[in-house]
């Protein structure tokens, strides 16, 4: 009788366990079906071995564990090695945060199925750092996750769990920074009201090893300091940041620095004092210098002025080089424009030799369908790294995805971006495939009839929407403002040329295409000599970059032996076929995933597929106006009219909710 008690008892809890709701809040860190006591040795009991101590005993299903500091002169202070030594395995770092991050390494491979027998790792960045564009009301700018994380109002005295557990997601990854708020920053960041709160938050990162930054309004002085002027050049102004800087290491002494966005989209900044941007990023880098604190200071400005919008930063900045301080770090978008869904990587990089240099990402999908499609970005990333050499950067930014939903991302497979960063943000070497099924085995299963077609679900996501929104190198099509849905003819009375499409895909009944070539904008002599010259020749400029560099006649034969109007059509239909396709890759998945999120995930490609359907339509029924030729035999003909789609109002009441789409 009690045997059978105990039977039934088992079976009832491994049908719990199975078919337990899962609502995404517990990200890649689940640890089901873990759980017996772990024999553990810690060289001490502080707070960070602490932490890792209790992830191994939730965690942990393997042999006894032996955590030691040690030094090791091949190794920096986040490396660690694993090894194992008498049934024990043994995790070895010369920092406690790298025994941490050697934990995190272990309980990973136990889910992932690939037990370490030898790991000696090591981050390629000492600074690996998610940017929050978080405002001090709660709001997200680009943010389709909800609110901001940081309960503003109710700090320093309460402290929400979701704090933590944000702390503890980035150190399984080894993020090690936080830019808490937004690059468009509120000067009130910086009064003691709110560098208490910060303190507070960055009291609890500091045993996960996350250091705290902010972005700072340059004009601060002004505005909470009663100064007339932000002036980099006049001593009061000086130092009113050097006693800033004092006040804020008092409280956080390893405050990691200052992001700026300066003179960019209407921010103040040094040029509004005829100051170069060295000056204004050197006098902030003074103030942090004696406390060892960098200032990131963004590349991103683009003046109105007569130059292409994508050769303004290096114009701008190529001849500072060798004029900023030392904890200085150039922060440069991946592309020259903005985080489009492809661009050629900015110049700007390899082009400060005497400079640090750190590129920023965009992990929240501003310009990639928000949170409604699905995108895995990896490979968008991995594309960055296959021009820019990894160690010749010195950091790595990533802009946040995260909000207050549940499942911290909206999309559940936002997630995997998050990931995908911070993985790559240690390791750029790792393949966006390896990337992928990590986060798919400890997300859902590692049941292969699953992984192995998710994955290259999302390996081929990221393409499938260059297709469906702009291929070719088209960019910027969207609507004005909220970046979501096509809006090539968008036309604003008395907006500036470069926030309007046309000023971008420069369709005419020639032709299409932003002539960036030596007989245009020469942007492509801002790249180096050898690239140079493949993209600007028309007949060796890659198809995927054509129309980025390029304006060519409808009629012009591509690579691929079509015309440029019938691979825009090809592309346009191969985009809307992927999506598609992922519905059907998803439907086969239903088994393998808690119910709840196996039918959002299904709501959200459909959504995106009549969304992709919508980029397809509007575009080439827009470009057929000016080309003039009709559709590909055997193409799939616009389900809409050009007029009806000029008519779709989207509904976004405001950037933190995610759209519904057209209706
Ligand atoms: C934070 C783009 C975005 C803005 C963003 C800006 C930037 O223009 O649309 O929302 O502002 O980039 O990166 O500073």
Known sequence: MIRKFTILFVVLWGLSLTSKADDGSRLWLKYDNAGHNVDIKLPNNSPTLRIAAAELQKGWQGEAVTLQLKKNKKLSQDGYTITKENNRIILSSPSEVGLLYATYHLLRAQYTGELPIAVVEEPIYSRRLLNHWDNLDGTIERGYAGKSLWQWDELPEKLSPRYEEYARANASLGINGVVLNNVNASPEILSTTYLKKVQRLADLFRPYGIQTYLSI???????IGGLESADPQIAEVQKWWKDKAKEIYKMIPDFGGFLVKAN????PGPCDYNRTHAEGANMLADA?????????????VYNPSDADRAKQAYLEFQPLDGEFRDNVIIQIKNGPVDFQPREPYTPLFGALPQTDEMVEFQVTQEYLGHANHLAYLAPMWKEFFDYVPPTSLDAIAGVANIGTDTNWTGHPFGQANWYAYGRLAWDPSLSSEQIAEEWLKQTFTTNKEFVVPVANMMLDSREAVVNYMMPLGLHHLFA???????EPWCDIEGARPDWLPSYYHRATTEGIGFDRSSKGSNATAQYPDSLAAIYDDVATCPDELILWFHHVPWNHVLQ???????ELCYRYNEGVSQARNMQQ?????QPYVDKDTFADVQSRLKQQTRDAMWWRDACLLYFQEYSKMPFPEGMERPIYELNDMKNFSIDIDNHTNAPNGYK
């Open 480 to 486: 004005w403002g909220h970046h979501y849905g096509p």
């Open 264 to 267: 960019s989209e209407g921010q």
């Open 560 to 566: 691929s032996g079509r015309t440029v109007w019938d």
């Open 217 to 223: 309004n340059f004009a601060s002085p002004m505005a």
């Open 585 to 589: 890759v998803w439907d086969k998945a």
């Open 288 to 300: 942090v210098k004696p406390y060892k604190g960098v200032v990131m200071w963004r590349s991103f």
